[in-house]
């Protein structure tokens, strides 16, 4: 986590304005709120955000009256290195034991095909629940569980932490006042071979972040490999072309626009707060059940990654299939 934090500290490139739901309270208003105790529980430990997420909580306390106390692994060693690391109390062999015992779940796979089914039990008990990114493989899959959360009255929510950040929302700002926008042109780390979902991995902080700032109308998608890397073309029902550059071995990430006088780089005028937005919207979710973005945003950029998916297997122009929820 303090990678992607640092990196938008220091260069506060490629990210975008998030598609957040109307009200959202801000951080300050967040810190002024009564407070009361919050039972996290973690089902997920080979990625290093848990370790990350119990640091936050349990070490560093940075959203007083909340903990994680329970952590589902992967394996033995995955849980019991969280639980070191992050100064995570419990250990749970399976994650339906956290039933009754949390308030609040966190959901923390690296391949998004695990994300969704564990989930489901808490769910239907009503429990916030915050997907990581990619919130999962499937849009279908992902239609039917936003559906069971909006039948249940049950608070979701899933992003990118390069696409929610204060920085996005100073970008957006800065978008509004630009005339004659015809090209956008993205970077970042990917690999269309991941062993964690392909594309789905990384390509969500280049995905999440374009749609939230230039809209969610992206129509088709052709990508161009070379091996496990390349670029893909985006065109959208506006008229808007973007090209995303998916890096073999440089970090970071860059957005650049083509106005009519010359091509532009993003850059953000803020620093991130500490704890970062990103991170204070989904423990505000937590003690309110208010979602920061909508589920239909969030289904949305699934359908796109999966579009991306299809197409770096052809090399050939695919639809955007979206799904309501």
């Known amino acids: 986590m303090n990678s992607r934090r640092n990196f938008i500290k220091t260069t506060g490139k490629g990210v975008a304005l998030a598609a957040v739901a109307p009200g959202i309270v801000t951080q300050s208003a967040f810190v002024d709120q009564p407070q009361k105790n919050i039972r ?3 089902i997920g430990a080979e990625n290093s955000h848990t370790i990350g997420f119990g640091k936050m ?6 959203f007083p009256g909340m903990e994680v106390l329970y952590v589902w692994g992967e394996t033995d060693e995955f849980a019991k290195n969280a639980m070191e690391k992050g100064n995570i109390p419990n ?9 009754g015992k949390i308030d609040a779940l966190i959901v923390d796979h690296r391949h998004p095909k695990y994300h969704l089914e564990p989930a489901i039990p808490f769910i239907k008990a009503k429990i916030p629940t915050f997907i990581d990114k990619p919130f999962c493989y499937r849009a279908a899959e992902g239609q039917k569980f936003l559906q069971l959360a909006k039948k249940m009255g049950t608070p979701v929510t899933s992003f990118s932490s390069i696409a929610h950040s204060d920085a996005t929302f100073d970008l957006k700002e800065q978008v509004k006042n630009m005339e004659g926008i015809s090209q956008v042109i993205c970077t970042g780390p990917g690999d269309f071979d991941s062993q964690y979902g392909g594309i789905f991995f990384y ?12 809209g969610e109308d992206i129509e088709r998608v052709k990508v161009s490999r070379n091996g496990s890397y390349g670029n893909a073309s985006l065109k959208f029902s506006s008229g808007l072309f973007a ?11 860059e957005t650049f626009v083509e106005t009519p006088k010359e091509l532009v780089e993003l850059k953000p005028r803020v ?14 979710m937590f003690r309110t059940g208010k979602e920061p973005r909508s589920r239909q945003s969030i289904l949305n950029c699934v359908s796109v990654l999966e579009a991306l998916e299809k197409s770096a297997e052809t090399e ?3 639809e955007v299939e979206y799904l309501k929820v």
Do not use: C, S
């Open 243 to 253: 090209t995303l550059i998916i890096k073999e071995k440089a970090r970071g990430w």
């Open 203 to 214: 390509g969500v902080h280049i995905v999440q972040p374009l749609m939230y700032v230039f």
């Open 40 to 42: 996290i529980g973690i």
């Open 316 to 318: 050939k122009w695919t």
């Open 57 to 62: 909580f349990n070490t560093d306390k940075k």
């Open 91 to 99: 250990q749970m062999k399976d994650p339906n034991e956290m039933l």
């Open 271 to 284: 620093e991130e707060k500490n704890p970062p937005r990103n991170y204070v919207d989904m423990a505000e």
